[in-house]
């Protein structure tokens, strides 16, 4: 007569199996959820940038110099650095814009335009 049931060798290697696949969903789990904030930044700050770069070009005139602030209510957490410098062609500036976000900045991404003061 043969036996019923499973050996404590056969418990012990399922059970290791299926915690390096509960591990691995974790982890999987995670990166998911780290790349999709990641987007969101990425198409947040995209659109933000725009609408920042836009008042600065609607502005009358465009002067070197450096700004931070902050976008507001509808965008907690997300902060700006500026910055305005000459180039070497007369009447064209380099236009850098930062954006952060995150309690220390976690993310972080750079634009980069030129402006005309014509």
């Given at each position: 007569m043969g036996r019923k049931g499973f050996t404590l060798l056969e418990v012990l290697i399922a059970v290791t199996l299926l915690s390096i696949t509960?591990?691995?969903l974790l982890k999987s789990t995670n990166q998911?959820?780290?790349m999709a904030s990641r987007a969101k930044f990425v198409t947040t700050s995209t659109l933000l940038a725009q609408q920042r770069i836009a008042e600065v070009?609607?502005?009358r005139t465009v002067h070197s110099g450096?700004?931070?602030g902050?976008?507001?209510e509808d965008f907690p957490g997300y902060r700006?650095?500026?910055e305005i410098e000459p180039t070497p062609l007369d009447g064209y500036y380099k236009y850098t814009l930062t954006i952060r976000w995150g309690?220390?900045?976690n993310l972080e991404t750079d634009f980069v335009?030129?402006?005309s003061s014509r």
């Open positions: 509960f591990v691995w998911s959820i780290d070009t609607g502005e450096n700004d931070e902050d976008f507001g700006y650095t500026e309690e220390k900045g335009a030129f402006l």
